[in-house]
């Protein structure tokens, strides 16, 4: 079925951009600063929320809880494309859901990321509506 490989290509992708996020955000410089004294100031600072953290764990948390939703999303969406098609094409819940969530990813690369994972998501957002659209035909 047409509509369910286009969603499922679209869920890896999401999947394959977490994934990268979360490698980066533990390994390599991807995800440093590039002012190399900026995680020792964010080390030192603590949230005006807690005292509990500061702001470098903060960012470490926040990239790493940002990459697991995403390959949550792929996971998901992929295995129901997949392995349940006439679960998710027949349920318009789950359809919105999904359209919303990659839509706001969109909105959020382009506002606040950078041009590979902008690229990635909008490309997910149109194969996710080109086989919402294909399931309709």
Known sequence: ?????????????????????????????????????????????????????????????????????????GTVYGHLALAQPTVLLGSPFLLTIGGVVLLTYTWLARRYWFSVPFRGVALASALYAAGIATSWI
Not at 6 to 21: D, R, S
Not at 26 to 38: E, H, I
Not at 60 to 70: D, E, R, V, W
């Open 1 to 73: 079925m047409i509509a369910a490989a286009l969603i499922a290509i679209a869920a890896a992708i999401v999947f394959t951009l977490g994934t990268l996020h979360l490698v980066f955000t533990f390994s390599g410089r991807k995800l440093l600063p590039r002012d190399a004294n900026l995680p020792a100031q964010m080390a030192q600072s603590a949230l005006v929320l807690t005292r509990e953290t500061n702001v470098w764990k903060a960012w470490i948390g926040f990239n790493a809880s940002h990459s697991l939703g995403a390959m949550l999303f």
